[in-house]
């Protein structure tokens, strides 16, 4: 009721029994998990999760909750406080060995906000730049360290606010991204009850490599 964002909600399932987690930061989540079951995490921040070896998958999710409501009884804890931002989504998050150096995805013109989600990775001991088409390189500034391993970081560049653009030259439409390394990319829309398209969300990872990362079979 006061307009703090809820943490956003994760979802591990386990593909292999005796699947041993290891996160950073530490202690998120179980350490262990089998076959079918499945781990909740709530965190608003960005984390590491990885498993013993690669004949150990997991699937990783992240859900977005509800907007609440735009009603008198939650304007009584704040009067400023607005309903309608965004709504439930769930999307699936690829692993890095499945990352791509190359996107081209399309953001839904319907939608007053639109943000980009990016992580990359150190390769051979550095970041490669990621550029955006209608920004550029994406600034130095914007990039933050996931974890405590220095191996990770990740940037949020919003592209549109309230209709109007977010960062550069940026608008909803289609887009590319490149990078010398592999990268990741997450595409988010949602709406709020001021600019009369609450209640609606969407996200997808904005591509990946189709190929095979281990060799479990699941029975």
Not at 107 to 121: A, H, K, N
């Amino acid at each position: 009721p006061d307009g703090t964002p809820d943490p956003r909600v994760f979802h591990i399932y386990g593909a292999v029994d005796g699947t041993q987690l290891t996160y950073d930061p530490a202690g998120l989540g179980a350490a262990t998990i089998d076959q079918g079951k499945m781990i909740e995490i709530r965190t608003s921040d960005a984390f590491v999760v990885k498993s013993q070896d690669s004949d150990h998958p997991f699937a990783l999710f992240t859900y977005m909750t509800g907007a609440g409501d735009s009603d008198t009884t939650a304007s009584d804890y704040d009067p400023n406080w607005v309903g309608g931002w965004g709504d439930p989504d769930f999307v699936r998050i690829p692993p890095p060995p499945q990352y791509l150096s190359h996107y081209v995805f399309f953001t839904d013109p319907t939608y007053p906000f639109t943000m980009l989600t990016v992580t990359r990775q150190k390769v051979m001991g550095a970041f490669a730049d990621v550029t955006l088409d209608c920004l550029g390189t994406i600034p130095a500034g914007d990039w933050q360290p996931v974890g405590t391993s220095g191996q990770y970081e990740i940037a949020f560049e919003k592209l549109v606010d309230h209709w109007n653009s977010g960062i550069g030259t940026c608008n909803n439409g289609v887009h590319v991204m490149d990078s010398a390394n592999q990268f990741g990319v997450w595409v988010w829309g949602w709406g709020s009850d001021d600019t009369s398209t609450g209640w609606v969300s969407y996200g997808y990872p904005a591509g990946e490599a189709i190929l095979p990362i281990n060799n479990v079979i699941i029975e």
